[in-house]
């Protein structure tokens, strides 16, 4: 089947991108290898989301997947294996595990996934009691002792999550201070939630289940056993970028793709959009970004046909 152009990736950018893609009257396909969201179904409750004053993102999805599919076709549970280069009017095929789709241009909106500590123990409890999602595992912690691993704000955000589904939760970060909005830390402060500064998980131990970590002070050395009943974990994410390497996109050092203020990268009609890209890591401005680069597409098809 042939298209305009294809997404790959439906999170909040590549949603926005079939949007506008749709509405601009060109065929359009979003494919993505799990269900519409990605890690944006995680997100316990955002506050800073323009035209809503609390809402979650599995919420959110669900409406802004909605009005994409009235705008494009959309494939769930379709993963892309490889994207190759043609010298055809149609000049990408992409093969999925499922079928092969031709189009004239490619938004790759890959995300990210959750970076792991790489501690001892956390694969061997990965899912009896380390977790990376507090929106998937956080009512099993109700009135147990946890540790929220991080400074930024996902980690501030879902520490207040777990505190008021009933979890004892102490955050732990690596640094003296926390990177995260002035406002989600006068937050964790009004909740009463405890911090350890200057700490770094060393070990998680166990026997079926977590039963405690090792925390090492980042100043002394000195180490410490917490007992505790889970992990949660939100220390960044990895871009998703195999399928810009096959392509020839370039990255920055951090492993993020480069793009312009069109969102194109330094390969004719391929574009980025979201957290795979340089840049702030916000829905808001996937969104922002999605809308740019189906534009930035149709203008080029436009011009060049």
Not at 25 to 31: A, D, S
Not at 127 to 136: H, I, N, Q
């Amino acid at each position: 089947m042939e298209y305009d152009i294809i997404i790959i990736g439906a999170g909040p950018g590549g949603l926005t991108a079939g949007i506008y893609a749709g509405r601009q009257g060109t065929k359009n396909l979003i494919l993505d290898r799990d269900l519409a969201g990605g890690i944006g179904r995680e997100v316990p409750e955002m506050e800073n989301y323009p035209g809503f004053e609390s809402i979650s993102g599995l919420k959110l999805i669900e409406t802004m997947k909605n009005q994409a599919i009235k705008n494009c076709d959309l494939h769930e549970n379709e993963n892309v294996t490889e994207v190759v280069k043609t010298d055809d009017e149609y000049r990408f095929i992409v093969k999925t595990d499922k079928a092969e789709y031709k189009s004239k241009t490619i938004i790759l909106a890959t995300g990210s996934s959750h970076r792991h500590l790489n501690a001892e123990g956390e694969e061997e409890f990965k899912g009896k009691g380390v977790s990376y999602c507090a929106t998937c595992d956080g009512f099993f912690f109700q009135g147990r002792d946890i540790i929220m691993v991080g400074g930024g704000n996902s980690a501030l955000q879902e520490a207040l999550y777990l505190k008021n589904l009933g979890a004892n939760v102490t955050l732990v970060h690596r640094r003296d201070e926390f990177r995260a909005q002035k406002h989600l830390q006068n937050m964790i402060e009004k909740e009463g939630i405890g911090v350890i500064y200057n700490a770094t998980v060393e070990e998680i131990k166990g026997n079926m289940l977590v039963e405690s970590v090792v925390l090492k002070d980042t100043q002394t050395g000195e180490l410490t056993e917490m007992h505790i009943n889970g992990i949660f974990i939100s220390v960044g994410y990895i871009p998703h970028t195999e399928l810009a390497t096959q392509l020839g996109v370039d990255l920055d050092e951090s492993g993020h793709i480069i793009i312009d203020k069109d969102q194109k990268t330094n390969v004719d009609y391929v574009y980025a959009i979201g957290d795979v890209c340089v840049g702030l890591k916000q829905w808001v401005v996937a969104c922002g970004e999605g809308a740019v680069a189906a534009t930035t597409a149709f203008n080029e098809i436009k011009e060049n046909n």
